[in-house]
């Protein structure tokens, strides 16, 4: 199973901008970002295909949160820009190997890094 460790995060004013990163041990096939707040479920943010880089967003993200990764392919970026008071959650990285917004999709995840906008 892979290992993760998230890194970024932290606290901004409503559009500004933050940076998740996550290290994997491994070369997973697909690697993704999820989001929870507390009560609601987790939700699948953006997806991608380590080796091709074809990326996948959730629609409530498109045009504002973009994923990259590095040359090793084992660290995944997710720059988040224009940030709003609903972007507010808990983020997790997540490996596995089917390249959807699935939760069920991913055996592998991190410990969760904390993201909150205020308006």
């Known amino acids: 199973q892979v290992q993760l460790m998230e890194s970024g995060g932290g606290s901004v004013q409503s559009g500004g901008s933050l940076s998740l990163s996550c290290a994997a041990s491994?070369?997973?096939?697909?690697m993704a970002w999820f989001r929870q707040t507390l009560g609601k479920e987790l939700e699948g943010v953006a997806v991608?295909?380590?080796?091709?880089?074809?990326?996948a967003y959730d629609h409530s993200v498109e045009g504002r949160f973009t994923l990259s990764q590095d040359n090793t392919k084992t660290t995944l970026f997710l720059r988040m820009n224009h940030l709003r008071p609903d972007d507010t959650a808990m983020y997790y990285c997540a490996a596995g190997d089917t390249c959807n917004l699935l939760r069920r999709s991913f055996s592998s995840w991190g410990q969760g890094t904390q993201v909150t906008v205020s308006s």
């Open positions: 991608i295909n380590v080796a091709g880089g074809g990326t």
């Open positions: 491994g070369h997973p096939r697909c």
